[in-house]
């Protein structure tokens, strides 16, 4: 069964060509992002996983440039990056900080789309960005049961 669900976001995400844009999911479904992932052809890029478990305890005092960083990361052949997980240091940062990184990530000009899956801020997220965002709602997303079976 095809994963018709995702026809509507991949749409959108094809009209961010060498941008980036975000997914706002209405709760956490990690789920989906690996499936919308395979079914972009994109690289999959685990933030809390690959680059903030290894600095340990220190994690939460790593500075947002390292999400920069990530999302400007070496071309790997593929068109596209899905970059996961990106709240897990947003969490560790004041609003303020959050609201200025969210504002500016809109602005940098990496070499290949990439996709921001977000579900706790995405409402920080500015206006001036809305043609590159997409807020999804419940009625949108298959139940997790349905996502395994498809």
Same mark, same amino acid.
């Given at each position: 069964m095809p994963h018709f669900w995702c026809d509507p976001i991949i749409e959108k995400i094809r009209r961010c060509p060498a941008s980036v844009c975000s997914v706002v999911f209405p709760q956490y479904r990690p789920d989906l992002i690996q499936i919308l992932t395979a079914k972009l052809g994109f690289t999959y890029k685990d933030f809390r996983q690959d680059v903030l478990r290894p600095l340990g305890w220190s994690a939460g005092e790593a500075p947002?440039? =390292?999400?920069?960083?990530?999302?400007?990361?070496?071309?790997?052949? /593929?068109? !596209?990056?899905? #970059?996961?997980?990106?709240?897990?240091?947003?969490?560790?940062?004041?609003?303020?900080?959050?609201?200025?990184?969210?504002?500016?990530?809109?602005? =940098?000009?990496?070499?290949?789309?990439?996709?921001?899956?977000?579900? /706790?801020? !995405?409402?920080? #997220?500015?206006?001036s960005a809305n043609e590159r965002v997409l807020f999804l709602s419940e009625k949108d997303l298959p139940t997790p049961e349905m996502a395994m079976m498809q």
């Amino acid at each position: 069964m095809p994963h018709f669900w995702c026809d509507p976001i991949i749409e959108k995400i094809r009209r961010c060509p060498a941008s980036v844009c975000s997914v706002v999911f209405p709760q956490y479904r990690p789920d989906l992002i690996q499936i919308l992932t395979a079914k972009l052809g994109f690289t999959y890029k685990d933030f809390r996983q690959d680059v903030l478990r290894p600095l340990g305890w220190s994690a939460g005092e790593a500075p947002l440039t =390292l999400l920069d960083k990530a999302i400007k990361c070496a071309d790997d052949g /593929l068109p !596209g990056l899905v #970059l996961a997980n990106a709240e897990a240091l947003l969490a560790a940062k004041t609003e303020e900080e959050r609201r200025n990184w969210l504002a500016s990530v809109f602005l =940098l000009s990496p070499f290949r789309t990439v996709v921001l899956p977000l579900t /706790l801020y !995405g409402s920080l #997220l500015p206006e001036s960005a809305n043609e590159r965002v997409l807020f999804l709602s419940e009625k949108d997303l298959p139940t997790p049961e349905m996502a395994m079976m498809q």
